[in-house]
């Protein structure tokens, strides 16, 4: 009687047997003996093609799977149209929005890419190499060696590069922010991994190194808020004050395009500081991220007219 279980190949070899324990198909793990175990020039040649296609074809599936998921993040994961009805101030412009999206996504599909790039063809390299019979042993281990001399010589470098990615992974800050980091203060006009570049209020460009960066304020997220401190002469009437404060910023905070910019109504808070010259009464009101400036100098000068107009000075103050 014939034996129905299909015979393995003679001279099975380690790759041999894991084709015969895959497909369990006799002629395959015999072609794999004959092309891709053997030592002849034709086995070599057949073997680095492959190699060499198989890396070619990963890589290219591998930059196209990067590339969409980061194209997906510029894009945004809701609807065009359920993200302009749910859109508030909050969010600030949507081209400012848009381009923050797109180079957070550039940038670490740029980053994806080359690390997959260097761990594929690297993989490719070394395997070729072996192919070839080269003692890879002594390679690796002066390989780790400069790789560690290298990291150390430019660990500010890799710092830089670290601090760079958690940053766009937190969405720290982004482009047409207005962020403080300590050593320089402005508008956010590129960000790299390595890099941040901001133009202050002179329209000076500062270059900051992202591992330097101790700490960030960011004046742009979310809302800003507008606080003015109005001093006064000692003997005026305090709730006659609080009363013309409160009416002209509020006044203020219903006309356009004021209505879009002011979130909250305006609030008097009261008497901040007392001094011998003056009473401080502090003026607050809620406003969009990076619009506190605009909203502040016209809430000053409206502040001056009506104090002018009701026969109230505002008083030298000297700060304690």
């Known amino acids: 009687m014939t034996d129905p279980t299909p015979k393995q190949p003679d001279h099975i070899t380690t790759g041999c047997r894991l084709t015969w324990n895959l497909t369990h198909n006799g002629d395959l793990a015999h072609w794999y003996h004959v092309w891709l175990d053997g030592s002849s020039p034709i086995t070599w040649t057949v073997k680095l093609i492959l190699t060499i296609v198989i890396a070619y074809v990963l890589r290219r599936l591998t930059h196209k799977l990067i590339t969409k998921v980061t194209m997906r993040m510029a894009e945004g994961t809701m609807p065009e149209r359920l993200r302009e009805k749910t859109r508030t101030i909050f969010d600030g412009s949507p081209v400012l929005v848009s381009e923050r999206r797109r180079q957070r996504a550039e940038t670490m599909g ?52 670290l601090t760079g990615m958690f940053m766009l992974l937190e969405d720290q800050y982004g482009v047409g922010d207005v962020i403080d980091v300590g050593s320089a203060k402005g508008t956010v006009e590129a960000v790299t991994l390595r890099t941040t570049r901001l133009r202050d209020a002179d329209g000076v460009v500062w270059y900051v190194p992202n591992g330097e960066i101790k700490r960030v304020g960011n004046e742009s997220q979310n809302w800003a808020r507008v606080v003015l401190d109005v001093p006064v002469e000692y003997d005026v009437d305090l709730d006659k004050v609080r009363t013309l404060l409160s009416e002209t910023a509020s006044a203020m905070a ?16 009261g008497v901040q500081a007392l001094s011998n010259e003056a009473v ?35 008083a030298a103050f000297t700060a304690a």
């Open 110 to 161: 740029s980053v994806l890419r080359s690390i997959s790039s260097v761990i594929i063809l690297g993989a490719a390299t070394l395997t070729v190499l072996g192919y070839f019979g080269l003692n890879l042993t002594p390679f690796l281990a002066s390989a780790s060696i400069i790789g560690v001399a290298i990291a150390f010589g430019a660990q500010n470098l890799v710092k830089d590069f």
């Open 254 to 269: 219903a006309e356009p395009p004021w209505d879009e910019i002011i979130l909250e109504d305006p609030t008097v808070w």
């Open 280 to 314: 401080v009464v502090r003026v607050v009101c809620k406003t969009a991220p990076g619009q506190q400036g605009d909203a502040a100098r016209e809430l000053r000068e409206r502040l001056k007219k009506a104090l002018d107009s009701a026969g109230l000075s505002i």
